[in-house]
């Protein structure tokens, strides 16, 4: 791994060109994107470097902001005489690890799901009998691998759904598989994505976290313990409960009012979490009001309404709020809102929400 031009090209010098340079962000489509290049010299390799480090990279997953360049990844190159790709997933139908596979590796793989369907094979596996030694067979078929290659598949796949399941994975890709030249199987390239509701299961792996990657106010939500994610939009979402969540950002998007995040406070938030995750949106420039939509069941309405007003009086933000509360203490919270002299819109329903969404012409 390199953090810089020089230790590129020293990196370069010891293994040997030419070598690959890879980017190291949280995407894919980066070799399309521009982030994985070839150096044939120790020299070109520091140029190179000198012009990825530091530079954001924009992929088809990136967004459009794109990712900040911090390390490359330095490899020596594999004479390839084949690519072909592997994923294990959660699959919902079945219930367990699903294994994808295709002879088309490389990049684009998800143009090759939707032109070449016929090129993608889909393995539901049993959790309690595991990666089968049929299932080996059918792969290689598929792959148009020779029959010697079974074992080999088998020995592959059947760790793969092991570190699937033992690291409650989302994704485990190996992409490209390679057979090499001297016709061995490579992972020549992996990613491996963790189910972040799992990590409490899983210590060692926060330790891997580079916050660099993470978007700066999503960073922000996942040190306060909030779930948030940030959107395109201009009316900053504050919900309890994540279904809740999803159904007012789908009714504020049809009034035309685009949420700018998804933000989930849960169930237990105190007054200092409210205020955080007030204070996250309100940071977000390119918001121009506060849609809340609160149940206040095991969250009462008025811890709410204190943190918004801290929020608020903190950040000196006057932008207008929409709220509308239900549940526990929400006479006691919609005093607190009423006598805070912020520009607050009262909703009771549904149905009122949506009007003055309307009227605010958002």
């Known amino acids: 791994m390199a953090s810089d031009p020089e230790q590129t090209a020293r990196l370069i010098s010891r293994l040997g060109p030419p070598t690959i340079l890879k980017a190291q962000i949280h995407a894919g489509g980066r070799g399309m994107g521009g982030g994985i290049k070839l150096a044939n010299s120790p020299e070109e390799g520091k140029v190179i470097a ?111 759904c092991e570190l699937f399941i033992d690291n409650d994975c989302t994704l485990v890709e190996i992409n490209p598989l390679v057979l090499d030249e001297k016709d061995c199987l490579i992972a020549l390239d992996a990613k491996i994505d963790f189910d972040d509701d799992a990590l409490f299961r899983h210590i060692g792996l926060t330790k891997l976290k ?38 007012t950002m789908d009714l504020a998007h049809g009034m035309g009012a685009y949420p700018a995040n998804f933000l989930d406070v849960g169930g237990s938030a105190t007054v200092e ?40 009086r903190e950040t000196e933000s006057t932008l207008p709020i929409v709220v509308r509360m239900s549940g526990t203490n929400v006479e006691a919270g919609t005093r607190i809102l009423a006598k805070s002299k912020l520009d607050v819109s009262f909703a009771s329903t549904l149905s009122d929400l949506e009007r003055i969404l309307s009227s605010k012409h958002v």
């Open 50 to 160: 000198e012009g990825l480090i530091g530079s954001h990279l924009i992929t088809n997953q990136s967004g459009a902001q794109g990712s900040i360049v911090r390390k490359l990844l330095v490899e020596k190159t594999v004479g390839i005489k084949r690519e072909m790709y592997f994923a294990c997933v959660m699959d919902r139908n079945s219930q367990g690890p699903l294994l994808i596979v295709s002879p088309t590796g490389g990049m684009d793989i998800e143009s090759v799901a939707e032109s070449q369907p016929e090129k993608i094979l889909r393995l539901p596996v049993d959790l309690s009998a595991g990666f089968q030694p049929y299932q080996s067979r059918m792969i290689c078929k598929f792959l148009d691998l020779d029959a010697t290659f079974t074992r080999d598949i088998f020995g592959l796949m059947s760790a793969v």
């Open 210 to 247: 580079d916050g660099s990657q993470q978007e700066d106010l999503e960073r922000q939500a996942t040190e306060a313990g909030v779930a948030y994610v940030k959107l395109d939009g201009t009316v900053g979402c504050l919900v309890n409960g994540a279904g809740l969540a999803m159904a």
């Open 273 to 312: 979490k409210i205020t955080a995750a007030v204070k996250i949106m309100l940071s977000d420039t390119k918001v121009t009001m506060i849609l809340v939509n609160i149940f206040g069941g095991i969250l009462r309405c008025d811890i709410l309404a204190e943190g918004i007003v801290e929020a608020f």
